[in-house]
């Protein structure tokens, strides 16, 4: 009976330890993550998932810590990864967003941060993450107008037949 005990306390010990060591990883790496230290970060996350890859929170902050060490399409595919698993996560839809933005993909950020101010129209950060989709909007509005501009600046002033008519304004 002792021995039997015994067997069973020591895995329970060893089971306590296995999990305390991926919990610690992913504390100190969220640490430092917390204190700009990406470095730290990505090695203790990435200890973190080795010890359980179901680990999200991991696995977003990864992808964080990727995005602000400028691994941009690295650490997409983590926020990609955490999203999937946990699709209202807000901190994840920030951060997808936030790589969409930094590759150029205006309309994928957009779509990620109106969906996070449907998801939680009370959250603490909605304000600034309304002012990024304002930004976007902004940035989409040029883009098109120069666009536009580009298409006008791209006609031949000869070309347009001397019977043509421009209307400059109407009212019917």
């Known amino acids: 009976m002792f021995r ?9 010990v060893a089971v306590m ?19 700009a230290d990406y ?7 990435k200890a973190a998932i080795a010890e359980d890859y179901r680990n999200i929170p991991a696995i977003r902050d ?8 400028g691994k941009v399409p690295i650490g997409q595919k983590f926020l990609q990864l955490a999203l999937s698993q946990r699709p209202n996560d ?15 993909r205006l309309d994928k ?3 990620l941060y109106r969906r996070y101010t449907e998801i939680s129209p009370f959250n603490a950060m909605r ?20 666009a536009l501009l580009q298409t006008e600046n791209a006609i031949e002033v000869a070309a347009i037949p001397d019977h043509s008519v421009a209307v ?5």
């Open 109 to 111: 950020a957009a779509d």
């Open 168 to 172: 400059l304004y109407f009212v019917n």
């Open 90 to 104: 807000l901190t994840s839809q920030y951060y997808l967003g936030l790589t969409y933005e930094a590759q150029g």
């Open 127 to 146: 304000k600034q993450v309304e002012n990024r989709l304002w930004v976007l909007v902004q940035k989409q509005m040029e883009a098109q107008i120069k």
């Open 17 to 35: 330890l296995f999990l305390s060591c991926a919990s610690t990883y992913y504390t100190r790496g969220h640490d430092a993550l917390n204190r």
């Open 62 to 69: 990864m992808g964080i810590a990727l995005f602000h060490k």
């Open 4 to 12: 039997l005990l015994s067997t069973a306390f020591g895995a329970l």
């Open 39 to 45: 470095d730290q970060a990505i090695r203790e996350l």
